[in-house]
């Protein structure tokens, strides 16, 4: 066993996971590992910073090569502050202000690592920009944030990677979408919660499986670290480069961090890529078509089927600039991941977590007896389906856009669309008497305008009459 980034106190070495400030995954027994010298005796004890007879302490021996494993028994937000204790035979190491939590990693390309100081280079056209706002709030200290790789440290060096405390200078390089949903997750929680950040711009999930430079470099030295779940914001290089096994990927993905992890079931919710002109890219040298990014929305839903405790929310509503890659309303983003979250795997009620869905599609006749329509039942509708609107039409009648309707020819007409229930819209074209299918949303500049009644955007799809 290896431990790629260590601090080093004399002859007792941790992983640079394990720090001041640190959060402890409440509700589970807590992995702590390191090196010593062949066979040592090592006390992992957890104290009361206040004082006081340890909480918890257990002893174990290092083997052969000098490898050490304990684990603590597990623990509950309580708002105190710890001590973590790590005694060898000459040396002691000691971390102080250590809470017990709810402890998350956010992983991905550019757009999760799209930081909370960028924020200003592409400034929302809509509302107020809230990550350089959050830069000059007070300190928080229930929420705590640690970058993964970000200073890499040889060993035998010091450790430059911690937890701190989220005030603007830390967060200034901390993932601004997982920022959001943390800060989100602690006000419904009323608990610390720990981000770990760790992700690189223009990365291939490739990169990430087992073996990969940034899975080794980046996630396997936290391994076991105990935390909650995954939140993952990735694939537009996948994309690009035309990966027809994503899907498998990223199943591979999932199960490495699950196992690595220790945490069989935990969550894992990602992002649909925001609309974007990936056919225009690079100069008009892009090997792929304007139907590559909805292709790559049904891959990343199928995960959803696949992946048990695995979940995709949809952004199509926060783009400014389709040219721009990395859209904006980074907030929005965590606090839709947050909602899915306290949703899925807090259990909390009351509160729509997903846009709609489309569920099932029936054709029936059309009202002037023109032939017949398509009527789409979706599911995830709130109290009920809206069409956004523009300045002129009232928001409850707004003509839908981006359907789309096909016959038995398969050639599809832009199509008329209205809601005619709380739950249904209907899809017809006059040139098509006898449909067969309809889809939504399938461009990749797709910016739709059906929303439910929380707010939350149409995912999209295609269906075909059974």
Aim: hydrophobic share 40%; charged share 20%.
């Amino acid at each position: 066993m290896t431990f790629p980034l260590f601090l080093q106190i004399l002859t007792v070495l941790l992983p640079q996971v394990f720090s001041d400030h640190m959060v402890l995954q409440q509700g589970r027994s807590v992995p702590v590992w390191g090196e010593a010298a062949p066979k040592e005796q090592i006390v992992v004890s957890l104290l009361p910073e206040a004082g006081g007879a340890p909480v918890a302490s257990v002893k174990v021996r290092a083997d052969g090569q000098g490898a050490w494993s304990a684990e603590l028994p597990a623990g509950q937000a309580d708002g105190k502050a710890y001590v973590l204790q790590v005694r060898g035979k000459k040396e002691t190491l000691r971390f102080s202000d250590v809470v017990f939590g709810e402890v998350w990693l956010c992983s991905g390309q550019s757009n999760m690592a799209y930081e909370m100081r960028r924020s200003w280079q592409a400034p929302p056209r809509r509302g107020e920009d809230l990550a350089t706002a959050e830069l000059s709030a007070p300190a928080n200290p229930s929420i705590r944030v640690y970058l993964s790789g970000s200073r890499p440290a040889r060993r035998g060096e010091p450790a430059r990677d911690a937890w701190k405390i989220a005030d603007g200078e830390s967060l200034a390089p901390v993932s601004a979408a997982g920022y959001f949903f943390a800060k989100q997750l602690q006000a419904e929680l009323g608990v610390p919660v720990g981000l770990i950040s760790a992700s690189v711009g223009g990365s291939a999930i490739a990169q990430w499986l087992p073996g990969g430079n940034l899975g080794s470099r980046m996630v396997e030295p936290l391994m076991p670290y105990a935390l909650a779940g995954f939140l993952w914001y990735q694939g537009e290089t996948d994309l690009a480069q035309r990966n027809d096994h994503y899907l498998e990927d990223e199943q591979q993905l999932v199960a490495f961090w699950r196992e690595g992890f220790c945490t069989p079931g935990a969550p894992f919710y990602s992002v649909l890529l925001a609309p974007h002109t990936y056919s225009d890219r690079m100069h008009r040298q892009s090997m792929v078509t304007a139907e590559a990014l909805p292709l790559f929305w049904q891959t990343q839903l199928r995960s959803e089927q696949t992946v048990p405790g695995s979940a995709a929310i949809c952004i199509s509503d926060l783009v400014d600039n389709l040219e721009d890659i990395h859209p904006s309303y980074k907030w929005t983003v965590g606090e839709r991941l947050a909602r899915t979250a306290l949703a899925l795997h807090y259990g909390r009620e009351g509160s729509e977590w997903s846009g709609p869905r489309a569920e099932s599609l029936r054709a029936e006749a059309r009202p002037d007896g023109a032939g017949q329509r398509l009527v789409v039942r979706f599911s995830h509708c709130g109290e009920g389906l809206a069409g956004r609107s523009n300045s002129v039409e009232p928001r409850s009648t707004a003509r839908l856009k981006w359907f789309e309707i096909a016959g038995a020819d398969g050639i599809w007409h832009a199509a008329l669309a209205d809601i005619v229930g709380t739950d249904e819209v209907a899809v017809s074209h006059p040139d098509v008497p006898a449909p067969k299918a309809v889809r939504f949303a399938w461009r990749e500049t797709a910016q739709p305008n059906l929303f439910n009644s929380a707010g939350l955007p149409a995912y999209p799809f295609i269906l075909t009459l059974r």
